[in-house]
DNA sequence: TATATTTATGCAAAGGTTTGCGGAACTGTT
DNA sequence: AACAGTTCCGCAAACCTTTGCATAAATATA
């Protein structure tokens, strides 16, 4: 089937390209018949703008790039889904890309952006980024750049984050309002910055108390969480309470504490970071400091609007990250 | 910084544009000498080809467009993921968009999908899609459709689907075997095609059985699924058995029998269909007939690559739905 | 040496849209 | 009747790439 052009429909209605062009767009110099009949037109042939010849006119893309370890994830997929819903409203294309957390097919798809011209890129870094410069290309050639989650060191980048150390320590001080004296904190992979920055939280936080004993213990998948929390509950004396640090965490943590049948909270308490999607489906439900994907995307989303309106400096932005009480303290 | 073309770069080597195309294309008429300082330069000068130009050109937009009702939620999140990997494999670019379960927005959306001339476009119907009006425009125009999941009724249609059939069927099997008499299913929305072809199945798996009794409840959440499974589970006599037609589903059933503190397997069996997360979560672990997203989505863009190759006589193909055994029977 | 062939490159058009500028055709003012 | 001011519309260029065709130079053939 033929595609409808401007052309096409100048040519049906005897008019010139640019006067259909800018009666679809009410441009005050048509005049309102012709406006009309070219709009009717338009409706009735189910004329779409080619993006293609818009995007190459007006040297702007209105394409923006995600990159993402995975998309099936808790978290990332709650993120997405709130950069899809902003893009829609504001129309931006969306180009999502996983990463699989190779650092080199990370650096293809940085190619593929740059191929598909994309007017700003959401990254969630893979774990073993530690390389820049690709991404110092973009900022070169002024492209904005969100990081999100786990995110670079240096100070020239736009970071939006959950408030790790906050959050952490919040999670801490309700354990310790609560008495716990033997806790075993289950963080992720040790390179990643959020992992850093909770950990120092934790330390931070439990310093100033005294008789506080803490395990620190860090793991790749929920697989390992599992495996560690064995170890911790197969002993005799047992942590009275735990810290997840993320939901896949939580997902391993619980799953040997319910095999060993480890009663929550009556023998030991479970707090975690959460998206806050799981803790409701477990008995009793998880108390958990929200770590929402979903804010964390809506935030992401209107810094980049912020840095495609030219308000450049780098920022580090944070959620906020309220706890929600179940039972399991 | 001013954008890398084959003009500026024609420029620099005092060629014309059409051989530094050619040579960057390794065109037979392009001297070794040329093609080596034209490769050079681009490398140098980062060149990456402007993909509208390209599209514009070509007439062929690279694009595939993507249709779900929600990004995050089992399921969907990893058949999208698997769509992602291949069209990074085969230099697609992916454009996703969310329903949310409003055919207004769905539209809208055929609508952008059409604005960005996709080549071809997955869809998974809202649950009220009922007019395929706005689909049936995309077949007119040569725009291969594939179905996943919740597809269109007629036969039109090319349709990407789990073996609903033949999964339910496997699945009511396994608790007749266990000689289960009390069944209670779980199901989705009524007007979803996945839910009638699923209960349609169990009927009939039934049918053939005597002395067995089965309460069947329809769900559009877990929250509901969860009430459901209280109301039967607190009378004196309880179901002997479970079946969950999704994840989302056996969330639900499972809050409430953990909340009861009904005993599985010992005072009811549980089997589900399941993309294969969560069942490996509970305690014992859940036994399921897969329903994998993941697999679903590499089938889906098999079946869109033949689309796209000329093989447009619909077609509706299956992928397989082996059980993972767990301890809830 | 004159002609035919090969090799290497350039010209120009097309794809669809936007937009500055110019220009008819009118309306209204003296 | 001569002029200025409106109103409405079209021309053409630009965005970047690909590609059929033409052309110039170099080589081979007679």
Redesign the interface.
Known sequence: ?E?ITLKRMAEVLGLSISTVSRALKNHPDISASTKKRVHEIAAFL?Y??????I??RS?K?RVLGLIVP????FFY??F??AI??EC?KNDY??????SGNDPGIEIN?L??C????VSGLFVCLATNSVNMKAFD?FK???IPLVFFDKVPLGKGYNKVCIPDEKAAKLAVESLLKKNKKKLLAVLGNKSHSITRKRLQSIKKTISSKKGIEIFIEHCNS?TEAKNITRQYFSKKTIPDAIFCMSDEIL?GV??SL??LKIEIPAQTSVIALSDGFLP????PEITYIETS??KLGKLAFIRMLNCLDGKVEPVEIFTDSPMFKGESL
Chains 1, 2 share one sequence.
Do not use: V
């Open positions: 089937m595609n189910d779409e703008p080619n993006i293609n010849a995007n190459l040297k893309n995975t998309i099936s994830i997929d709650s997405i889904s899809e819903e829609r294309t969306l180009l999502i890309l996983q798809n190619s593929i740059r191929q598909n011209r290309k070169e050639a002024d929920h997902i619980m799953k319910n095999e409701k489906f477990y008995t994907g979903y």
